[in-house]
């Protein structure tokens, strides 16, 4: 099938492969995610084949079993466990004349799995989240929903999505970095960064890897005491490291969806402190499931405000399909924005398909809707 020709025959309904786990070490909540979105995917509408990444990389078949892909009993889900035979291996097309995938098992004979439309990719992280998947599909000449490879990786790399802000003007907070090469050949010297960066916005200061998500990594420093440690755990997730300041007011957070006419800003969330927890952290939001309050007690004004500079974010990070931006509400009235998200969390509970539901987009709807997007964009440079 040329990619430039329909994408579906009118005999059959759309397939959509949803794509999830992956080598990150946010696996399990991409899991959860691709549970929540095979729910809710109008089968009368669509055909879905669930593909999942084993945290070694390969592209397995799964089985379609939304229970099995939650969290119980405070236990993660893997692909693993939901892999329906041992060593086979789904292969996308390489060809963008053809969007056959092919299931391959050692000493067998390869099976065609029939072709795949568009790709729902609910990967988290790196190696799916941060422009590599993305990469895969357009050169596989595969519609999938969400942001292309550039938005992509600047949404993944928190030192450039910064730059990017700051290029477009929109306010970010105090922020420093330390690269790989830094930390490794001079420790002092990149040490001493930190330090200065405190002594000049003072303690605490937040130690995060600069290229991860669901807040994993990240470590609340109050001193140097903390400081070894937590630039340990941060490297442990990414060798570059990021140092933010803390920003005191509230967490504020807007849904960006893109509609046929444009992007649109969802009804804010906000997000209280966790009593519980130093800062809203991983166990926080999934172990504790720490909820968010919808809509944000905000003024029209602050909420007219941060919703334009959610769609000003969109737009400044070459983004499509959806975006959930997270903003701090600075106790001077100011709004800071702390980062996007091109692809995230996605289970009914989270809080952008929250912040949807309120706006009067359901979740099914909500699916749909980026389904439809993605089937809409040509693949390639856009």
Known sequence: ??????????????????VFGGRSSEHAISVVTAGAVLR?????????????????GRWALTADDPERMAIADRRLPSVEQLT?????????????????VVYTEPGAVPKA????????????????????????LELSGVPYV??????SAVGMDKEYMKRVFISFGLPVGPYEVI?????????????????????????????????AGSSMGITKVDGLADLEEAVAEARRHDPKILVESLLRGREIECGVLEFEDGPRASTPAEIPPVTAHDFYDFEAKYIDSATGIVPAPLTAEQTARVQELAVRAFDAASCEGLVRADFFLLESGEFVINEINTMPGFTPISMYPRMWQESGVGYPELVDRLIQAALRRPVGLR
């Open 113 to 136: 799995l029939g072709e795949v439309d568009v790709v729902f990719p609910v990967l988290h992280g790196p190696y799916g989240e941060d422009g590599t998947i993305q990469g895969l």
């Open 40 to 56: 809710a995917i109008d089968r009368t509408k669509y055909e879905v084949l669930p593909i999942g990444i084993t945290t070694d």
């Open 1 to 18: 099938m040329s990619s430039q020709s329909s994408p579906q025959s009118p005999q059959r309904k759309p397939r959509v492969a949803v």
């Open 84 to 100: 329906e035979s041992g060593e086979g291996t789904v292969l996308l097309p390489v060809d963008a004349a053809s969007r056959e």
């Open 179 to 211: 690269r790989p090469r830094e930390w490794e050949q001079n420790p002092s010297a990149a040490r001493k960064k930190i330090v200065d960066f405190a002594a000049d916005h003072g303690w605490p200061v937040f130690i995060k890897p600069a290229r």
């Open 146 to 151: 969400g942001a292309g490879v550039l938005a």
